[in-house]
């Protein structure tokens, strides 16, 4: 009887942990399909605080603070008024020191969103911050494609960089194209850990190329 107890208990229990499993999924995967098309602050901050409450339920999780990093980051892209894009790009730090804690430590993913951070500080003001956060982009960058080098995001962030550097200090839209090549042909063979992980970049390389 005591046996059959225990084994009706680990029974409930495994099928609590896979329905729990079934709910983050199923929660990430509405999410995630809703970044290529957040093309405002708004919903970007929106599907930021998303994953950011996935992540509190989700305490072994490293993703969901991944993807609220992103989106913050992203949506600190987008603000005008540039004297709050520091914060912004502040709490999207803090949102991937929280997925590198769990993961831990950093992998080639997390490179790539702490060199968009690095980019959205520089972008406030080149001039004064390119030795800082410039540097600190450009590290981010060589780390993550060390890490992996099937990685197609890294090479897809250097293209863009390439593209937005006048020729006279390095970069043009020829030196991106090459980058931007290259990116694209890794987005056709690179295969995520699963459907979950990371996937982003590849309409955005093809739209700079188109340009």
Known sequence: MKSLFLIMIA?????????????????????????????????LAELANNFERIAEAEKTQWLPYYYAAYCTVMHS????????????AD???????????I???????????????????????????????????NLNIVKAKQLDPSNPRPVYLEGQ??????????????QAKVLFEKALELYGTFKPATELHPSWGRSATNYFLAQ
Do not use: W
Request: proline letters at 3%.
């Open 77 to 88: 892209y987008m603000i005008e008024d540039k004297s709050k894009t520091d914060g912004v």
């Open 91 to 101: 709490k999207a730090e803090q949102l991937i020191k929280k997925a590198e804690e």
């Open 161 to 174: 960089a390439k593209f937005h550097t006048p020729e006279q200090f390095g970069g043009g839209k020829a």
């Open 103 to 137: 993961n831990g430590g950093e992998n080639s993913e997390t490179c790539v969103i702490k060199s968009m951070i690095a980019s959205s500080h520089m972008m406030v003001d080149p001039q004064q911050r390119y030795m800082t956060y410039g540097q600190s982009s």
């Open 11 to 43: 029974a409930i229990s495994a099928f609590s942990a896979a329905a729990q499993s079934e709910k983050y999924t199923q929660a990430m995967k509405m999410n995630i399909a809703e970044l290529d098309s957040a093309f405002n602050p708004a919903r």
